[in-house]
């Protein structure tokens, strides 16, 4: 657990700071000035609210996390198709939310905006209505994210980055900074650039990741039959399916690709 900062301890609010009397704070949630929390926001234990923070309402925060100076929660989703129907803004344990990041709550499509545990979200990133973060997932700065983006564990987002609405982002995937991603792109993969590319697995990330010598040669290899063969994607696909057991990982890889509704970024 991270300690509270000095001259602040577990469970201070500040005397400026406004919270809802529909909100459900833990004990030992800490609450900086200027900060507002509203009606339908709970907070688990050790949570840290920054100053002029807004929390606007129906958010579920996680034990340990830190929401930081200036970001904005659980705001109405910027959807035309909004009618204030009842949805909810989900962040789990000990993620970090940066300077003025802004997560919009859901809409009728799914009921509820959600961000794992352990993510990292930078300053001025954007999760709009209906996104799916699972665990781990890193956005750097001013990433902007349209509506039902789904983005898996591990994935990592470059700065400046804009994701159109409905795509996915696989597993352990990273997206280079100042990409525009308008299609899905494959767990362990490597894209980035406007028009965005692939250029391999991310090695690195899997490595350090603990991923082993062999997967990474089975992952490399399921690459340059699916990405660098020369055949359309579905050739592709059952070339490498007529190879025999393909792994974990590589199964994956070919199961989100069947599965992509708006073509995977080659």
């Given at each position: 657990?991270r300690?509270?900062?000095v001259?602040i301890?577990?469970?201070?609010?500040?005397?400026?700071?406004?919270?809802?009397?529909?909100?459900?704070?833990?004990?030992s949630?800490?609450?900086?000035?200027?900060a507002?929390?509203?009606?339908?926001?709970?907070?688990a234990e050790?949570?840290?609210?920054?100053?002029?923070?807004y929390?606007e309402?129906?958010?579920?925060?996680g034990?340990?996390?830190h929401?930081?100076a200036?970001?904005?929660?659980?705001?109405?989703p910027?959807?035309?198709?909004?009618?204030g129907?009842?949805?909810?803004?989900?962040?789990?344990?000990?993620?970090?939310?940066?300077?003025?990041?802004?997560?919009?709550?859901?809409?009728a499509?799914s009921?509820?905006?959600?961000?794992?545990?352990?993510c990292?979200?930078?300053?001025y990133?954007?999760?709009?209505?209906?996104?799916?973060?699972?665990?781990?997932?890193?956005?750097?700065?001013a990433?902007?994210?349209?509506g039902h983006?789904?983005?898996g564990?591990?994935?990592?987002?470059?700065?400046?980055t804009?994701?159109h609405?409905?795509?996915?982002?696989?597993?352990?995937?990273?997206?280079?900074?100042?990409?525009r991603?308008?299609?899905?792109?494959a767990?362990?993969?490597?894209?980035?650039?406007?028009?965005?590319?692939?250029y391999?697995?991310?090695?690195?990330?899997l490595?350090?990741?603990?991923?082993?010598?062999?997967?990474?040669a089975?992952?490399?290899?399921a690459y340059r039959?699916?990405f660098?063969s020369?055949?359309?994607?579905?050739?592709?696909?059952?070339?490498?399916?007529?190879?025999?057991r393909?792994?974990?990982e590589?199964s994956e890889?070919t199961?989100?690709?069947?599965?992509?509704?708006?073509?995977v970024?080659?």
């Amino acid at each position: 657990m991270r300690e509270s900062p000095v001259g602040i301890e577990p469970g201070a609010r500040h005397s400026t700071a406004v919270i809802s009397p529909e909100a459900e704070l833990a004990e030992s949630v800490v609450v900086g000035p200027y900060a507002v929390i509203g009606p339908g926001v709970r907070l688990a234990e050790r949570v840290r609210i920054g100053p002029h923070a807004y929390i606007e309402r129906d958010t579920r925060v996680g034990e340990d996390t830190h929401i930081h100076a200036g970001a904005v929660l659980g705001t109405d989703p910027q959807d035309m198709k909004y009618d204030g129907e009842a949805s909810v803004l989900e962040v789990g344990s000990r993620t970090t939310i940066r300077e003025y990041a802004t997560l919009n709550r859901g809409t009728a499509a799914s009921g509820r905006t959600s961000v794992g545990d352990d993510c990292l979200i930078m300053a001025y990133a954007h999760v709009a209505h209906d996104c799916h973060l699972g665990d781990h997932v890193i956005l750097a700065n001013a990433v902007n994210m349209g509506g039902h983006v789904e983005i898996g564990d591990w994935a990592i987002v470059g700065g400046v980055t804009a994701i159109h609405q409905f795509v996915r982002i696989g597993r352990h995937a990273f997206v280079g900074g100042g990409s525009r991603v308008p299609q899905d792109v494959a767990p362990y993969v490597t894209v980035a650039g406007n028009p965005c590319a692939a250029y391999g697995i991310n090695t690195e990330g899997l490595r350090r990741r603990g991923f082993g010598r062999e997967t990474l040669a089975s992952l490399r290899h399921a690459y340059r039959v699916l990405f660098r063969s020369n055949r359309n994607m579905g050739d592709a696909l059952e070339a490498l399916a007529s190879e025999g057991r393909l792994g974990e990982e590589v199964s994956e890889l070919t199961a989100f690709i069947r599965t992509s509704e708006r073509g995977v970024t080659t």
